[in-house]
């Protein structure tokens, strides 16, 4: 079982960046499919990014172009890079692993991962 934990959030004003990590204890992170997903007060758990174990990846609409997912396998650690942070991104930033046998699926839904760390603040002021 993998256990996941993020960091790097944090406040920052509009229009700066921010870059997310997500290590994973337990077992390698490169058997997961992993995904980024955020919640902001009032509103439900909504899909960021994805990065498959091939390394092929998605992002959300609103988030394309401004937001990036990687993946380290030998850190076994996966990151959100954020930029051109707007105040609408703020939320808690929660990461997911998905085990299964796909090498090149993105998961886009959160009922599809299994795992979940316990999220971070990301406050973007105006």
């Known amino acids: 079982q993998v256990q996941l934990v993020e960091s790097g959030g944090g406040l920052v004003q509009a229009g700066g960046s921010l870059r997310l990590s997500c290590a994973a204890s337990?077992?390698?992170?490169?058997?997961?499919?992993m995904g980024w997903f955020r919640q902001a007060p009032g509103k439900e758990r909504e899909f960021v990014a994805a990065?498959?174990?091939?390394?092929?990846?998605t992002v959300a609409d609103s988030v394309k172009g401004r937001f990036t997912i990687s993946r380290d396998n030998a850190k076994n650690t996966v990151y959100l890079q954020m930029n051109s942070l707007k105040p609408e991104d703020t939320a808690i930033y929660y990461c997911a692993a998905r085990s299964g046998r796909s090498y090149y699926y993105t998961a886009t839904q959160h009922y599809e991962y299994g795992y979940w760390g316990q999220g971070t603040q990301v406050t973007v002021s105006s």
């Open positions: 990065i498959s174990r091939s390394v092929s990846s």
């Open positions: 337990g077992r390698t992170l490169s058997s997961y499919s």
